[in-house]
């Protein structure tokens, strides 16, 4: 297995943005792929060429877009035959966030639950192939062994896996943004040696459920995964 995304998450985050704020919304697109780990700290991003066409805007806006997160420490740009945009490894440091209200952080959790859920119990009622079969234990067994710096992007990318194999497109571009601002809350805080074991045994329920083909058990065991992580950003957030 390669630590690349699946076709479906990277249609989610290359999709074209909306005319009427293009810089500003292919910088939001551009953060995204980030904050999901979708290129990796290190990695490099695809050409401005590529991006422009991806996002459906101009290279002017592209290389406009990425100078803003160059200058935030989002990103490096290299010059040269092994040039181009990469990831900043390690990433800046972010900020708190702004005070979030309740009704926010309630908002964007229900909505985690009824997405991840509900992809949860849409793969486990699935026949998946045995290469989907093999990448969704690979992507399990990837995050049990990650390192701590390397934790959250790898059990996103095993969370929007999942999605995926929900086989509903639009639920991934869904999941996707909706995932996003849950990282932008759990990256102002770190990582708990426990939470993290506890997560792991999670994990491999949800994901023994799911190749069991046992939709009920796969929903039930990711409601349980997700409840420890909403605790923890009502904890820190509220």
Known sequence: MTDAPLQEVRKAVYRPVREGNALEDTVARLVQTIRLGVVAPGESLPSERELAVLYAVSRDTVREAIRELAD???LVRRRGRYGGTFVADPLPQPPHPRDVTTAELEDVLGLR??????AARAAAGRTLDAAARDELWARYEV??????S???RLDTLLHLTIAELAA?????ALAAENRARVNEWLDTFPLLPRNIEHSNVQHERIVTAILAGRPDAAEAAILE?????????????A
């Open 72 to 74: 935030t420490g989002y």
């Open 150 to 152: 390397d934790y959250r």
């Open 168 to 172: 509903i497109p639009s639920l991934v």
């Open 225 to 237: 995964h997700l409840a420890g992580s909403e605790a923890l950003l009502r904890g820190f957030l």
């Open 113 to 118: 639950r009824v997405l991840e859920a509900g």
């Open 143 to 148: 995050v049990a062994e990650a390192s701590e």
